[in-house]
Every structure is written in C-alpha cells, then in structure tokens.
C-alpha cells in the first residue's frame, strides 16, 4: 500500500477493497437540465474574457506603482536618517 493510496477517502473504495470506477453515464434529468440553461436576466452580469484581462492588467499596473511608491519611501525615510545620523556624529566629533 503506497502513501497515496493512504490518502484515497473511505468513500471512493467499494466494500471489496477496490476503488470505484465510472461505468456508465447517467443522462440529466428534467430539473437538472433546466438549472443548466442559459438565463437571459443574468445575461448582463456575464463577463467577457477581455474584460477580465482588462481588468487583471490594471490591478498588476496598480501593483507596481504601489510597490514602487512604498520603496520609494522606504528610500527617501532611510536618507533622511543616515543624513541625520551623519549630522549628529558630525557634532559630536567637532565637540571632542
């Protein structure tokens, strides 16, 4: 018994110890087919794959000016510290 076979849930494997296998396909009945129609009242909800490109491509854009505008402050506060720091050393040494 491998490690995957561990892992197979109790209700894929049949009282034999085999495992289920499809044998046949069962055609839809009338319920389930008529939940399978198109619906035209969600027709205006549905989203077209351009659209969805669209608007993956405009959050990565957004990402990246985000991420560049953090750095950028990261950046900017850790100048302001060295040149401070660099300030203060300055001070203490002429004071010596």
Partial sequence: MGLFSKLTSQSQIQSDGTRFRRRF?????????????????????KSNKADVRRIKKIGNA????????CSYEIYVKAGIRK???EEMQAKAGAGN
């Fill in 62 to 69: 957004l990402l990246v000016v985000v991420v560049a505008a």
């Fill in 25 to 45: 396909h069962v055609e839809p009945g009338v319920r389930e087919k008529a939940l399978l129609e198109e619906d035209p009242t969600l027709k205006k909800f």
């Fill in 83 to 85: 040149s401070k720091f």
